[in-house]
DNA sequence: CTAGCACCCTAACAATCGTTAGGCTACTGT
DNA sequence: ACAGTAGCCTAACGATTGTTAGGGTGCTAG
């Protein structure tokens, strides 16, 4: 019932101090008597709000999570022509990482970890089921003839989220999402996608 | 005079498991004796080819930092157009991305470490030349009108390097290197350079 | 043959890791 | 007033870390 707002949630400052430290010097690197001085406290003072460093990291991730796949689930959802979804899947995953930044980097930063943790079963779950969602778009992009032919014999779905993911470690003030939805979408699509004279609808690469 | 071929030289042997190593897991997180064991060694005995960690971490950052910088200061003294020179030094990010993969990661995954270690200072020192010729090469471009506006006013280096260094995750049969340099070139450059018809001026590939 | 070095080993070092045990303080509900 | 507990502390645990000491084997030069 407490949970005080004014005064101090110090379980919310250790995560966000956490998940600073982790996603600039990873998890391994991170110890947690570090983590108990960025937040004025002693090491095994945490463990009285988290049982162990996996579950502060499992904390931090689930979060994030949760907030992609509400917004994912909403895009699968919505009836929405193949590229307008890939927009919008594009647009959810950078609206993510700007909320929650720090995970998102801790999250593909320490993949090892990631794959490693017994506490992780169900974020690892819903990234299978996000992907899938990814390929399914970016197949009916390609079979509407909307993708530049160059990109339809790669796995364009692991293209496009390492760029993605690799954005998260710039600042907000550096690049906008905007721009960077502006690179990929351009870099990606068809020249004239419907109305053109010139264009072949498709061409399998030489 | 010896470093016998068809033998077996351990040392490189060793460099190759460790940047492996250090590139899936980071550097903290892989200790000395997983090395060790993948090279089929004594922990104790990786100091007869290494002085310290530090030491095994900087001969691997430096073998992709000599490459690197051979590349660039070929393409600093050549006579290019502003965009011919941004293409350039894309391909030539990409190459080095290829030959040394996994000292790129490691160079921008764990660069708290990067930045600590007292053995690269010349890595920090040609990155910060490196990224001058970034700069200046992309002011020429915006001066010459060849980019998108839109890129006028952020960190495009910064932008670039990180979707560049992004892709070191993905392993060279899913994603060529022409593939992200179409992505970026064609996601960054103004819609028409300078002529009213719609062929751009050269294209070496098709 | 012998000295010397390259190469690798076992054993152990001090330091640091995540974690636990147990106690102190301050607030809360009854 | 008093028990309970949330929140934090000090102190220490066993395990693991990077690293060192010192010895053994086998090749090679003289």
New interface residues.
Partial sequence: MSQGTGRANKRDAVLRESARLFA??????TTMRVIADACGMQAASLYHHFASKDELVAAILVRSDAHITGLYDAIRDAPLEPVDRLEAMIRATLDNLGHYRDAARIYY??R??VAASPLLTQVRDHAVAHDELWDRTIDAAIAAGRI?P??AA??LR??LQ??M???A??RGD???AD??V???L???LAPEPELGRDEPPRRPES
């Fill in positions: 600039e010097r990873g998890v391994e690197a930063r320490d090892a970890h530049s160059r990109f790669i796995s692991r293209l390492e760029l993911w690799s954005t470690r710039l550096a690049v906008s721009d960077i502006h690179v990929l351009r870099g990606i």
